[in-house]
């Protein structure tokens, strides 16, 4: 079982930036495809962006691509989410998850990875 737990939310206005970080609690290894997701107030959990194991691959949602990107630094064994040009559509609680099936496409479907974080907000207003 891996624990997930997310940092770096906050309060930010419109046009700012923030970004997120996800570790497992116990400082295990995340050898596994990450994937950021968010949930809304009154909106179903989207999802926001994926990296694979090393790092070479990405994939982002159109909603913020070109203002978004996922990384990792796996010597840190740290995922992050670095969030620029925020808008207030971006609030939401954001999630980090853990696909631990090697796959060769990274899956936007939530029902894809079995081990999540407790979630950070992010609220973007003036």
């Known amino acids: 079982q891996v624990q997930l737990v997310e940092s770096g939310g906050g309060l930010v206005q419109p046009g700012g930036s923030l970004r997120l970080s996800c570790a497992a609690s116990d400082g295990a290894d995340i050898n596994y495809i990450m994937a950021w997701f968010r949930r809304a107030p009154g909106k179903e959990r989207e999802f926001v962006a994926a990296?694979?194991?090393?790092?070479?691959?990405?994939n982002s949602a159109d909603s913020v691509k070109g203002r978004f990107t996922i990384s990792r630094d796996n010597a840190k064994k740290t995922v992050y989410l670095q969030m620029n040009r925020l808008k207030p559509e971006d609030t939401a609680v954001y999630y980090c998850?853990?696909?631990?099936?090697?796959?060769?496409?990274?899956?936007?479907?939530?029902?894809?990875?079995?081990?999540w974080g407790q979630g950070t907000q992010v609220t973007v207003s003036s």
């Open positions: 990296i694979s194991r090393g790092g070479a691959k990405t």
């Open positions: 998850a853990a696909d631990r099936i090697v796959r060769l496409v990274l899956s936007r479907d939530a029902t894809a990875y079995e081990y």
